[in-house]
Protein backbone atom coordinates (compact mmCIF):
# COMPACT_ATOMS: atom_id res chain seq x y z
CA UNK A 1 0.00 0.00 0.00
CA UNK A 2 2.84 2.20 0.64
CA UNK A 3 4.00 1.76 -3.07
CA UNK A 4 0.25 2.93 -4.23
CA UNK A 5 0.47 5.91 -1.71
CA UNK A 6 3.99 7.22 -2.67
CA UNK A 7 3.23 6.83 -6.57
CA UNK A 8 -0.05 9.17 -5.65
CA UNK A 9 2.27 11.80 -3.67
CA UNK A 10 4.58 11.82 -6.09
CA UNK A 11 3.02 12.63 -9.02
CA UNK A 12 0.48 15.06 -6.67
CA UNK A 13 4.34 17.20 -5.96
CA UNK A 14 5.59 16.88 -9.61
CA UNK A 15 2.30 18.31 -10.42
CA UNK A 16 2.10 21.09 -7.94
CA UNK A 17 6.00 21.52 -8.87
CA UNK A 18 4.94 22.07 -12.69
CA UNK A 19 6.88 18.35 -13.72
CA UNK A 20 3.92 16.74 -14.95
CA UNK A 21 0.63 17.66 -15.81
CA UNK A 22 -2.68 17.99 -13.80
CA UNK A 23 -5.02 16.09 -16.41
CA UNK A 24 -2.32 13.39 -15.93
CA UNK A 25 -2.09 13.53 -12.04
CA UNK A 26 -6.28 13.55 -12.21
CA UNK A 27 -6.96 11.29 -14.37
CA UNK A 28 -4.59 8.62 -11.83
CA UNK A 29 -6.42 10.10 -8.55
CA UNK A 30 -9.82 9.72 -9.99
CA UNK A 31 -9.34 6.14 -11.56
CA UNK A 32 -7.91 5.18 -8.04
CA UNK A 33 -11.20 6.60 -6.12
CA UNK A 34 -13.40 5.40 -9.19
CA UNK A 35 -11.75 1.83 -8.83
CA UNK A 36 -11.72 1.57 -4.89
CA UNK A 37 -15.27 2.38 -4.92
CA UNK A 38 -15.99 -0.39 -7.18
CA UNK A 39 -13.74 -2.59 -5.31
CA UNK A 40 -15.73 -1.70 -2.42
CA UNK A 41 -19.20 -2.33 -4.08
CA UNK A 42 -17.72 -5.50 -5.08
CA UNK A 43 -16.78 -6.54 -1.73
CA UNK A 44 -20.43 -5.80 -0.36
CA UNK A 45 -22.20 -7.69 -3.31
CA UNK A 46 -20.04 -10.83 -2.45
CA UNK A 47 -20.88 -10.55 1.10
CA UNK A 48 -24.61 -10.50 -0.07
CA UNK A 49 -24.81 -12.66 -2.52
CA UNK A 50 -25.28 -10.30 -5.40
CA UNK A 51 -24.23 -9.46 -8.91
CA UNK A 52 -20.39 -9.22 -8.85
CA UNK A 53 -17.99 -6.72 -10.53
CA UNK A 54 -16.08 -8.93 -13.57
CA UNK A 55 -12.69 -9.04 -12.67
CA UNK A 56 -11.93 -8.30 -16.26
CA UNK A 57 -13.34 -4.83 -15.60
CA UNK A 58 -11.48 -4.06 -12.14
CA UNK A 59 -7.64 -5.14 -14.61
CA UNK A 60 -9.18 -2.50 -17.09
CA UNK A 61 -9.81 -0.43 -14.07
CA UNK A 62 -5.79 -0.60 -12.76
CA UNK A 63 -4.76 -0.98 -16.28
CA UNK A 64 -5.81 2.60 -17.42
CA UNK A 65 -4.85 4.15 -13.90
CA UNK A 66 -6.49 3.15 -11.31
CA UNK A 67 -4.03 0.29 -9.96
CA UNK A 68 -3.24 2.51 -6.79
CA UNK A 69 -6.82 2.57 -5.55
CA UNK A 70 -7.40 -0.93 -6.36
CA UNK A 71 -4.21 -1.90 -4.59
CA UNK A 72 -5.27 0.69 -1.53
CA UNK A 73 -8.61 -1.41 -1.59
CA UNK A 74 -7.17 -4.85 -1.57
CA UNK A 75 -5.28 -4.23 1.48
CA UNK A 76 -7.47 -2.28 3.42
CA UNK A 77 -10.87 -4.35 2.54
CA UNK A 78 -9.42 -7.66 1.68
CA UNK A 79 -10.91 -8.20 -1.53
CA UNK A 80 -9.39 -10.17 -3.66
CA UNK A 81 -5.87 -10.15 -2.41
CA UNK A 82 -5.76 -13.69 -2.11
CA UNK A 83 -6.28 -15.43 -5.69
CA UNK A 84 -3.19 -16.20 -7.22
CA UNK A 85 -4.54 -15.81 -10.84
CA UNK A 86 -6.26 -12.57 -10.05
CA UNK A 87 -3.52 -11.05 -8.10
CA UNK A 88 -0.86 -11.97 -11.31
CA UNK A 89 -3.11 -9.98 -14.01
CA UNK A 90 -3.35 -6.93 -11.24
CA UNK A 91 0.32 -6.97 -11.18
CA UNK A 92 0.70 -7.05 -14.70
CA UNK A 93 -1.88 -4.30 -15.20
CA UNK A 94 0.28 -2.04 -13.38
CA UNK A 95 3.37 -2.78 -14.79
CA UNK A 96 2.07 -1.75 -18.38
CA UNK A 97 0.71 1.10 -16.53
CA UNK A 98 3.97 2.45 -15.59
CA UNK A 99 5.79 1.17 -18.86
CA UNK A 100 3.28 3.14 -21.25
CA UNK A 101 3.60 6.32 -18.07
CA UNK A 102 7.37 6.16 -18.67
CA UNK A 103 7.14 5.77 -22.47
CA UNK A 104 4.88 9.23 -22.44
CA UNK A 105 7.87 10.23 -20.24
CA UNK A 106 10.39 9.44 -21.69
CA UNK A 107 8.69 10.76 -25.71
CA UNK A 108 8.05 14.04 -24.40
CA UNK A 109 4.03 12.53 -25.16
CA UNK A 110 2.91 13.37 -22.10
CA UNK A 111 4.01 16.70 -21.63
CA UNK A 112 1.80 17.91 -24.67
CA UNK A 113 -0.86 17.93 -21.92
CA UNK A 114 0.80 20.93 -20.48
Not at 17 to 44: C, E, N, Q, R
Not at 52 to 70: C, D, I, K, V, Y
Request: hydrophobic letters at 50%; charged letters at 10%.
Amino acid sequence: MLFAISFLGLLTAACYWHFFPLVITGLYLGLSLMTFIVYALDKSAAKRGNWRTQERTLHLLSLFGGWPGALMAQNLLRHKSVKTSFRTRYWLSVVVNLALLGYGIQSGQIHRFI
